[in-house]
């Protein structure tokens, strides 16, 4: 019943979007002066504007519609509730209770999980403020200089993200380091010129199986072995995992394992254990005001109507950008040079979680999901790839990010920043006209003849949609905040296309497949006739090449 009500609600937006194009946005802003009071939600220090979107009233009442039609409040009450909602791993999908400080309880299978939450937030903190105050020694006696997490996917990206995101409220004799990928150059590079003596290592592993991870894992063991001696390796490693035994087995002690639970999704994971290295870097205060800001976040999305609710019009718009008006990609352009690693962040949250082409029940999808994310910071990208943004045959809608403040940064430098991000947005709306062009040619003392022939190259189409996040500053409780908007953001797709949101097959495929070939690749004379033509080939030419 549900579905025939979703396809219905995109049907008539199907319908109504050949009024939307039948006017500019341009138009839209010029024949309505409320566009921008109408379309935009602030809250408190956050807002978000809209009104450069395809979109006019009409549009919006309908995809509240679509989204009543695909009772989303309904399943966002479950995921709140603990139900079971990552149906596939029968699991639930709770990392909003890592930031729930209501006081209220909340129950896995009949069972309140937040004294676990918070005894286990409590070891973390401890932890972190021994090697934020050098009570934490290595082998030799002498305080940590230097922290490398080991991780990758959900436990590495989160933290590597949202340490440099923060990087203004951690200490200058203490570093942080994110190794991840198996290609030996990340550890080796990481490693060069650390000193064994000052160095910890966190294993950062929900599974504690991963390739990647284990391989990075016994190289540093190694490295610490080679300097200190084999003895000194409790001293110099934590973890962080789901699965203790595999940790004790690699020799770490267990006051030093942070755990977290299988209801936290590696890529929803940096709210739990698994940001020990951003505790560390920002201090447990800090990371609280993360925390919370986040909670700020599960509030609004869980109290706000739909279109009062950020997270709700983030997830609507994009549905609507993607399903009906056909545009395959979105792109988010932080002007904020520390949340450099959020397109890259939010890559994985976007598109492991709703890269999916069965419904919930195995059927295929209906309509098409996922969105490819990508993204640099600006103003970097405006030298690069907003060529295309602006005069591409792709429309790429844009979310712009932009602080109001600086953090620790020149108030100049700043307001040049804030300016061309706004002006981008501004530009991708307006376009420019054939006549626009041809009038500022002919001003710039171009004859009228030459102006005509520089004429097509110079006009922008113009409404090219665009939502803007401005908010104070980039600070911890902030950061909590955006993350949060994009998770719940997430999840408002995923309730539509009636998707799982939170397994990822794709990934464990990829996991399964590297382990069977990493044998035939090591051994020169491994048997390959049971493989593809093509991977066949690839094993015999890496041979003669290694040769
Ligand atoms: C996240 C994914 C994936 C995972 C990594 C690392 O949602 O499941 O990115 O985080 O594959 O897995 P481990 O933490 O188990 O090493």
Do not use: C
């Amino acid at each position: 019943m549900a579905e025939t009500a979703v396809t219905a609600a995109l049907s008539a937006l199907r319908a109504h979007s050949g009024e939307i194009s039948a006017r500019s946005v341009a138009e839209e802003f010029a024949a309505d002066p409320q566009r921008f009071a109408t379309m935009h939600v602030a809250l408190d220090d956050l807002l978000f504007d809209y009104s450069k979107q395809r979109i006019d009233a009409a549009t919006l009442a309908q995809l509240e519609a679509l989204a009543k039609a695909a009772d989303v409040e309904g399943k966002r009450a479950a995921m709140f509730a603990g139900k079971l909602i990552n149906s596939t791993e029968k699991r639930a999908v709770l990392h909003t209770a890592l930031r729930n400080f209501s006081g209220e309880p909340v129950l896995v299978e009949g069972r309140d999980v937040m004294p676990e939450i918070e005894a286990e937030r409590a070891r973390v903190a401890a932890f972190a403020n021994d090697v934020r105050e050098g009570r934490l020694r290595g082998a030799l006696g002498q305080p940590m200089t230097d922290v490398v997490n080991i991780g990758i996917g959900g436990s590495d990206l989160g933290p590597a993200m949202a340490t440099k995101a923060l990087s203004p409220f951690a200490p200058a004799n203490l570093r942080s380091h994110f190794v991840s990928n198996v290609d030996g150059a990340d550890i080796g590079d990481t490693l060069r010129g650390l000193d064994p003596a000052r160095t910890l290592f966190i294993i950062s592993s929900k599974t504690f199986t991963t390739q990647e991870t284990m391989t990075n894992a016994a190289s540093a063991r190694a490295w610490i072995a080679a300097a200190l001696g084999e003895a000194a390796v409790g001293d110099h490693f934590a973890a962080v995992s789901t699965q203790l035994e595999k940790v004790a087995q690699f020799g770490i002690a267990a006051d030093r394992v942070f755990g977290f639970w299988d209801w936290v999704g590696g890529r929803y994971s940096l709210w739990s254990s698994i940001g020990l290295p951003l505790v560390i870097a920002i201090g447990p205060e800090r990371f609280e005001e993360f925390l919370r800001g986040g909670y700020e976040i599960d509030q609004h999305f869980r109290e706000a109507p739909i279109l009062q609710n950020i997270p709700m019009l983030m997830g609507l718009l994009s549905v609507w950008n993607r399903n009906i008006l056909g545009h395959a990609s979105q792109a988010v352009i932080p002007y904020d040079q520390r949340l450099s690693r959020f397109p890259a962040y939010l890559q994985q949250l976007q598109m492991e979680s709703n890269g999916k082409s069965v419904q919930l029940d195995g059927a295929p999808v209906k309509e098409s999901t996922g969105a490819v994310i990508w993204g640099e910071p600006g103003t970097n990208g405006q030298h690069a790839f907003f060529q295309l943004l602006h005069q591409g045959t792709e429309v790429v809608p844009v979310d712009f990010l932009v602080a109001a403040q600086p953090t620790n940064a020149d108030a100049h430098h700043h307001d040049l920043l804030v300016a061309n991000a706004f002006a981008q947005g501004e530009a991708l709306m307006r376009g420019r006209s054939p006549g626009e062009a041809i009038a500022i040619m002919e001003k710039q003392g171009q004859s009228a003849e030459e102006a005509a022939r520089l004429a097509p190259h110079k006009t922008f189409s113009g409404s090219r949609p665009s939502s803007t996040l401005l908010y104070s500053k980039l600070d911890p409780r902030m950061l909590g905040r955006l993350i949060a908007l994009y998770e719940h953001k997430v999840f408002v797709e995923g309730a539509i296309w009636n998707i799982n949101s939170f397994d990822q097959w794709g990934v464990e495929l990829g996991k399964e497949l590297a382990s069977r070939l990493a044998p035939i690749v090591a051994q020169a004379d491994a048997d390959t006739s049971k493989l593809d033509a093509s991977t066949a080939g690839l094993i015999g030419h890496l041979r003669n090449l290694r040769s």
